[in-house]
């Protein structure tokens, strides 16, 4: 897996109330949250799929519509790591992989034929999960013979495929080149066998050294590793080597996310039966993110968002782009495809159905397998752009007031003054940076920004 490459249209697993927000605890308690939307998913709901389903029958506009990504998600990996709240499966077999990836072509495929979509381009795509390297060649092929048929990508400027290292073969990296695959992301996470035995990864450190060959033999433009800060038997030490190690192996990107624990994981379950924690607590995490970031940046890379630090090659322009984090977080619309993924039309989030057979049967009746919706008001577009660009750590609010109408320096002076003051950011003008604290802990910062029912609301 690569999961933590992205997760804005990545089904969680639906949990209990999350702890307040706005007040973080220093210890890593149960109930944190990444966040990748607004308004919060809680409050989605069935009485808004006829909103969706509406704006599908309107043709899209070339001169006005945004740009088009395609999410599929493919829900399959070798082991639950004890952190993970993602949808997955790990005891599927080869016939009934099939069947999903039946379906989610059959989904793409309804997709197509709506008035939104005939004929539109698709600017990117990104194959996530679970663990799309865990399909084989032959379903893969498949699978991407019928996508192309349906929305062709060949014209889409960034492919992003999501790898876990020990189900890479020769053939199969090969063959993830050849469908147009553009960046790779390897779930890496950490280089100590014994932290990722721990936290239940299914892959070794050798298995990491074992495909890189391979990767770099295939000629992606951007090659992503991925890292998490804060892994259960983790310590400076081994994380200093796993620093040194993403150094060595000289990735273009590096996405490093702290170490949460949302409701649903492994490692939550403990806890809420009254274990302590085995997560390090928050400022040890951001203490080991911040020296991540500044070794990387004396290795010339260089800080892109939050979470990913970035190295710009001479003569490859695609190597410090990011287009599908860039295009969701400035309001492109996204078709998120399979069981339980979640997208955005014209304004309108919708959400698959949550569970294997909820998710297959309507498509067997070639019928959208959709589960929640919401039609989102101006403001909470608005909102949901703003503070998805904050976590870019820089953000000039003169073009998003510009595009939404409204004053956003004005509209939102009471968060920009409170996080001001706490030396979170600093506003200049229009200009917002983040500071390096406010960086390590941009997600519990933007709920200051939500509307007032949402603060405290539960979040999946
Ligand atoms: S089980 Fe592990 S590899 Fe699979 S999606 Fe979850 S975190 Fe990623």
Redesign the pocket.
Known sequence: ?S?HGSRDARPAVAGRPPAPHLARPKGTEVGSVFVSNYPPFSVWSREHLAAYEAVLERPWDPTTSPSLGLYLHIPF?R???K??Y?R?YTDKNAEQIQTYLDALAREVELYAERPAFAGRPLDFVYFG???PSYVAVKHLEGLVARLQAAMPWRRAQEITFEC?PGTLTAAKVEAIRAIGVTRLSL?VEHFDDEVLRENG??HVSKEIYRCLPWIRAAGFDQLNVDLIAGMVGDDWPTWKETVEKTVELDPDSVTIYQMELPYNTVYSQAVLKGEPSPVADWPTKRAWHGYAIDRLQEAGYEISSAYTMVKKRPGNDASGRFLYRDALWHGSDLLGCGVASFGHVAGVHAQNQADWHGYLEPLLESRLPLGRALATSPRQRLTRELILQLKLGRLDLAPLSARHGIDVRATFAAAFAELERRGMLRLDGDRVELSRQGLLQVDALLPHFYEEPYRHARYT
């Open positions: 897996m999961e990996c082991k639950r790591c952190f993970c993602f997955v999960g679970g663990t876990e779930g990864r299914a």
